[in-house]
């Protein structure tokens, strides 16, 4: 329905061409912008009549729009029909090929649908085309001419023509549009037969599906049994294969049997040849073997006669190896007394002297040791050189002064341990012939006491100390003393005494109570009690002893030493042995001590508990010093128990045991009152004469 109109003024335009669709056709022409005649008179019309008229207008309107829509919907529906009918011939076509038994009737069906569609298309083409024609027809232009305003009966009949045309128009459309619906009722019937057909070809073929499904299925099982039968055939082959070829083994090894055998009797013949020449050579060496043999018989009886004679003389030699054996043990015996006398020659309480060497910084600061002079093995001189010799004091004395002091034994600074340890070895062996021995180091902090006792480096055997030497020279001794029948067993214990309190060293038990007893009622022996003693078998086992006690050692830094020890620690090695030849027994100690260092307050910076440590140390090595000056002097007291130092140490200062004192020197300059005061100490000590040691039997 067309819906556009004029303004009620607007004059009318001259008449042109009609712009309704061209029925056939698909698409609108274009309007620019300008209303058609038609349009125009429509709206004059409908301004001019009464209301009734009006309303039939606008329903003639509705009309013409729905059948333009009719119009344009069959077209569109005609063109739709013709596309989808190709796909549903094409489907038939592809249907077909399965279906052989159906293609003609099939073909003649679509033979008869695709000439009724051709008709019933050249039919509505030519209606359309009659269509066409009338509906473009127009009638003939009358002369171009505006009639006049007051011409209104004139304009009247303009009007009433146009819309007798018009209606003419509209009753053409619904003709045609009564056609339209025909051929489409007629395609729908064509559509309907052929989805029929479509759908029996489908169901066709799906048979024809099924049915080839099951000649596979057949073919599949003809298939596996044909290739079963295959397989039974080859592993049959295989077999009577495998069997041929071992026939042919067999025959080939029955053929080289044959072959070996015969060369087997040949070789068999040939020796029996052999044999039948050597028989009579046989006989003649049998003969010659005889004669041998009786002159045989008569050495063996000549030997015999010489075996008795050796074995009286073998019987004289065992027991004069006996009676030497016998010798020997007197001599070891005698070899015990006179190495005892020896030691008792040279002293029972012998004092050595050692010079650490500069180390570190101390070789930069200082360059050499001017002021400790070594003269000989066994004496030294120390100067105090003030480097002024034109300086006096009270009267014009030198301030440069000299202090000589002899000793057992004196070692300088190049000393090396083992050149240490060769004369500190015959102490060891009167340990093992049963004495006490007591080996200890005296000195200032920092003056080597630890390292020539325990030494340094663990992973350097010539930085080994006395006690790991001692350990090495002791098994070595008892393992050969086995080949004399000394059998030795040997029992450690490491202690320290801290701040005036013993510490066991090797304890795996804690808050334990240790105190110095008497053996017996006599005092010839000291013990203490709950300390920890293990047996040793090996040195590996005194080594790891030694490495676990040296952790538990008291050691702090001073402004003197950087690893001081603060404690004074014994290391006891109880031996006993006996002799299952001699029946002879002994029972010896071997205590190697290192005396914590003397050291002055004022020069170690000592605070705190380090200044409690250095109270603790100097006052027990001055208690030493007063028990060494009361032994010079003979005193008829001696006060060992003033310190639990001097107690342990009673019966190695006492005269039962055989002392060596180590007096260590610090060699820089500005520990010469030390040093002095050390060798003064040495000194006392040297002098002392204590009573002899004597040998513990079991």
Known sequence: ?????????????????????????????????????????????????????????SNLNKAKSKSSMNISSSVRGRLTTTNTRQPISTRTTLSNRNVPDRRATTASALNRTDKENRFSREKSTVGGLNREKSTVSRPPAKPSGKRPAWDVKGRLEDMEAKFAETMKRVCDLENEKKNLETDNEVKVEIVTQTTKQASELRDQLDEKEAEISKLKKKISEMEDEHSTEINKLRRQLENEEFNRSSLERKLKSLEDELSSKQTEVSGLKNSVAELSSSRAGLEASLQTTQADLSAAKTRITEQKTEMEAKQAEIEGQKAEMERMREKLNWEETQRRKLHNMVQELKGNIRVFCRVRPLLGEEVEKYGSIKHILVNTDASLELVKNTGNETESIAGGLNKNMKYEFEFDRVFGQAATQSQVF?????????????????????????SGKTYTMEGGDVNEPEQAGMIPKTIEQIFEVTQRLKEKGWVYTLQASFLEIYNEEI?????????????????????????????KVETVASESEISKLLNRARKHRAVAETLCNERSSRSHSVFMLRISGTNSITTESCCGTLNLVDLAGSERVKESGSEGQRLTEAQAINKSLSNLGNVIMALAQKNSHVPYRNSK?????????????????????????????????????ATKVNQCHIGTAVKKVK
């Open 422 to 446: 060769e004369e500190i070895s015959q102490l060891v062996q009167s340990a093992l012939d049963g004495y006490n021995v007591c080996v200890f180091a005296y000195g200032q902090t920092g």
């Open 503 to 531: 510490r066991d060293l090797l304890a795996t038990e804690k808050n334990l109570k240790y105190d110095i007893k008497m053996t017996d009622s006599k005092g010839s022996d000291v013990y203490v009690t709950n300390l």
């Open 1 to 57: 329905m067309s819906s556009t109109q004029e303004a009620p003024g607007s004059a009318l335009r001259p008449q042109k061409t009609s712009k309704l669709m061209v029925p056939g056709s698909l698409t609108k022409r274009a309007r620019p912008g300008s209303v058609d005649l038609e349009t125009g008179l429509d709206a004059k019309k409908l301004k001019m009549a009464p209301p009734e008229t009006k309303t039939s207008s």
């Open 645 to 681: 130092l001097t107690h342990l140490l009673q019966n190695c200062l006492g005269g039962n045991s055989k002392t060596l004192m180590f007096v260590n020197l610090n060699p820089k300059e500005d520990s010469f009152n030390e040093t002095l005061n050390s060798l003064r100490f």
